[in-house]
């Protein structure tokens, strides 16, 4: 299983929108996926589930969320997280990590935790703590037989970020045309290679005798989204054009190091994974339908030119997972 992070310092950008849509084309075109909804936010399940539904598991089933599941290990302080993490099947193919809010209460012990992982021969309890979302995450997907795992994570540079990236192979940064999302990605580049530096130190310094297996912590650059450009005849309005022309440069020299950056059209831009449009009319009915953008139908109210959008929607949201399955291997 291919474990894939969706992250930026700046909220805002489409994020959530953006991993939900695509774990249901990825289960369009066949494969399994869990979508682990790690922001405390916890807006992806509330995407994927009726408000009702999500009620019900926050108030009866509280032990079915991504926060139930590792609660019992940070409770006890130690032994174990719940024999079976629980993955909710939303879909065919889609199961989900369901959110909670109550994640946020466990920020300062895993920021606590993070140094602690350096004191050989006493770390190993820092260390489980640490990894728990990944153990989570392999968990289900082996159970479960999964091919991919999308991870949404909150727009932020704390410690539950920094577990949740520990899980990740790769990492894509969505981004909007504006100073702030643009900000966003320089603080991004460099903390992922501090985050993967710190954790290859800790991975070191395990005992030998660990008894649970540690993620690798690759977080692997995969590339950039453009999100939520307003089109005028299919080209981004002015305004936006001085932000878009900055992110070939700024991606390369912030997130890959390259020292001059690239001074390339963005269409030209290998890093690019897609330049996606707002489709902003069809977003309500989605949510009002319960499914996504580019599932929608006559039934569900497109009519007219919408329905050139739905197709093109959907023929957006296919050629990003396309291209994001031939640059991690998974490619049918």
């Known amino acids: 299983m291919k474990t894939i992070a969706f992250f930026n310092n700046k909220g805002g950008v489409g994020k959530t929108s953006l991993v939900y849509h695509l774990a249901c084309m990825f289960a369009d075109l066949d494969y399994k996926v869990i979508a682990a909804d790690l922001d405390p936010q916890a807006n992806l399940s509330g995407m994927f589930l009726e408000e009702s539904r999500l009620e019900r598991i926050w108030e009866k089933e509280k032990e079915k969320t991504v926060y139930g599941s590792i609660a019992p290990l940070f409770k006890a302080r130690s032994g174990d997280m719940t024999k079976k993490p629980s993955v909710l099947g939303v879909h065919e193919r889609i199961g989900l990590l369901v959110g909670d809010l109550r994640l946020s209460t466990i920020e300062d012990d895993l920021s606590a935790e993070w140094p602690r992982c350096l004191v050989r021969n006493q770390n190993e309890r820092a260390l489980r703590f640490t990894a728990s979302f990944a153990e989570q995450i392999a968990a289900v997907g082996a ?116 020292e001059h950056g690239r001074s390339v059209p963005i269409d030209a831009d290998s890093n690019c994974l897609a330049h996606l449009k707002d489709y902003r009319s069809l977003m309500p009915l989605a949510q009002e339908a319960n499914k996504p953008m580019f599932a929608l139908k006559p039934a569900d109210g497109v009519i007219g030119a919408q329905q050139n959008a739905v197709r093109s929607c959907y023929k957006d949201f296919r050629n990003l997972a396309e291209r994001i399955l031939i640059r991690i291997g998974k490619a049918k």
């Not at 727009?155 to 969505?174: E, M, Q, T």
């Not at 999100?227 to 878009?244: E, G, Q």
């Open 143 to 258: 159970r479960h037989e999964r091919d991919l795992a999308l991870l949404d994570v909150g727009p932020n540079l704390g410690a539950i970020n920094r577990s949740a990236l520990i899980a990740s192979d790769y990492v894509v940064i969505p981004l909007a045309p504006d100073l702030f999302s643009l900000q966003g990605l320089r603080n991004v580049g460099p903390t992922l290679r501090e985050w993967h530096a710190d954790w290859i130190d800790r991975i070191e310094r395990k005992p030998d005798d660990l008894s649970f297996k540690l993620p690798g912590g690759c977080m692997q650059p995969l590339g950039y989204v453009v999100m939520r450009h307003t089109a005028i005849r299919n080209r981004p309005v002015k305004a936006y054009l001085r932000w878009i022309e900055k992110m070939p440069a700024e991606y390369a020299k912030h997130v890959l190091e390259e």
